[in-house]
């Protein structure tokens, strides 16, 4: 019972003393679920990703029934139920907070905006003291019952809402009311804000889709698509979800011609919009969707919470639209389902082909490798580039994640991981370099049953 030891440390008694090392034996499977966006709001921080559930962006943006941007985000993001929202204020340069000045003190909102608070200051019946009531459109959502600067200080600044920007030393006198003023929430936005949320996901790292705010403007979507190649190269494998303007809806061949354009497994084309809503918009919904569903179910004939088509399409709209690498709605009885599970890749080069236009199947292979990318970082660490070590990864690889995948109907039977003998072992034709290790491994993501043919013999 000698006891346990650190590295780097001498003991003075004789014993076997033990140090205990974790190390990493299995592959901790990726969490999907988590969608991101952009939008203009009149509340919260700016420029600045927040991560949270579908409360707190609804909390922390004032999204409910917002007239920016964020409310339609909050409207059809929550029909998705995404586990995880990642949530960006554009704001420009030109956003500031709104003040009131009540006396000589001066009051500022926490967030730079244009909401109509007002700040009234009434008389107590308790000796000295006052209380200051914060109020937006006759609601009261905050009060402060203090007797001394010091404590009107603390309280305020401790508040959701206000700021105290300048003090006295006397209390502030009773008044009606004092409206804030001279705010700007900032949300004439351009491209460069666009960008900077693209950034900011990126080095975030956790987002399985994301889409814009109902946005139609050509140059973000340009910038958008240049910015998701490069991401994606550089190992953050996230889908773009886009849409287009209510025209669509009339001319879904626009929508396909877009498709076609786009042809990438990473983008998803909304090519026409529900109740009213363009298909910029409601790609805000399809995201949640794509970031939140099971890797063994399917968005095909998925029931969506939408109660009309904007326009129904014939059958022979809805094959154009299949072909074209577009996502539609159809109108079943009196619900609305998503037609066909794709995504824009129909026109694939080499190393990709046409299954990986399945939206089920780019997000395997995309959850898959990121997976096994952290995995590989991981376990590498203090290993030696060894027979067996290169032996031990791959069965951990093809034992502890590829094989729960199969028997979670992910992925199909048979699959293997190995090290590549084209690089390693006596029959290698390449010799790689003394830090290098080569692997190889066969996958086949499972489809969903999307058509049934049967033949049926009337015998008499």
Request: glycine residues 8%; charged residues 20%; negative net charge.
């Amino acid at each position: 019972m000698a006891g346990l030891y650190v590295e780097g440390e001498s003991k003075i008694l004789s014993g076997v003393y033990s140090l205990i090392k974790a190390t990493s034996n299995s592959i901790t499977m990726g969490s999907r679920g988590c969608v991101a966006y952009p939008f203009t709001a009149d509340w919260g921080p700016v420029n600045t990703l927040v991560s949270g559930n579908l409360a707190a962006l609804k909390d922390t943006f004032h999204a409910v029934d917002s007239q920016m941007s964020v409310g339609s985000v909050y409207n059809h993001a929550s029909k998705g139920k995404p586990r995880k929202v990642l949530g960006f204020r554009m704001a420009t340069d030109s956003a500031k907070p709104a003040e009131a000045t009540v006396g000589a003190w001066v009051f500022e909102t926490l967030y730079p905006t244009t909401r109509p608070f007002v700040i009234s200051v009434k008389e107590t019946v308790e000796d000295e003291a006052v209380k200051l009531v914060l109020t937006e459109n006759g609601v009261e959502l905050a009060n402060f019952l203090v007797s001394d600067a010091a404590s009107l200080i603390e309280m305020v600044n401790a508040s959701e809402y206000i700021r105290v920007k300048t003090s006295a030393e006397d209390l502030p006198s009773a008044n009606a009311g004092v409206a804030f003023a001279n705010g700007n929430n900032g949300s004439t936005v351009t491209v460069q804000n666009y960008s900077q949320f693209l950034d900011e996901i990126e080095a975030d790292g956790t987002a399985n889709a994301f889409s814009l705010d109902g946005v139609e403007d050509a140059s973000i979507n340009v910038t958008v698509l240049a910015w998701l190649a490069t991401a994606r190269q550089e190992g953050f494998y996230v889908t773009y979800v886009a849409g287009g303007p209510l025209t669509w809806d009339s001319a879904i061949d626009t929508a396909n011609a877009k498709s076609k354009e786009y042809n990438s497994r990473a983008v998803i084309n909304v090519g026409n919009g529900c109740e009213g809503y363009s298909s910029a918009e409601i790609a805000i919904f399809v995201a949640a969707r794509v970031a939140s569903v099971a890797l063994n179910g399917s968005l095909t004939d998925e029931t969506v919470p939408y109660t009309t088509v904007n326009k129904r399409l014939k059958k022979i709209d809805r094959e154009r639209a299949r072909q074209s690498g577009t996502l539609i709605f159809v109108a079943n009885g009196d619900t609305v389902e998503i037609d066909e599970g794709v995504n824009t890749l129909t026109s694939p080069v080499a190393p990709e082909v046409a299954e990986m236009g399945s939206i089920r199947v780019a997000s395997t292979i995309d959850y898959v490798v990121h997976d096994l990318e952290e995995f590989g970082n991981e376990y590498k660490k203090g290993k030696s580039n060894t027979d067996e070590f290169r032996e031990t990864y791959a069965a951990t690889v093809q034992q502890n994640y590829l094989q729960p995948l199969v028997d979670q109907e992910i992925l199909k039977a048979g699959v293997y991981y190995k090290p590549d003998p084209d690089y390693h072992g006596d029959n290698a034709i390449y010799k790689p370099k003394a830090n290098e290790a080569f692997f190889v491994g066969d996958i086949t993501p499972n489809e969903s049953p999307e058509r049934i043919y049967q033949k049926l013999n009337a015998v008499f």
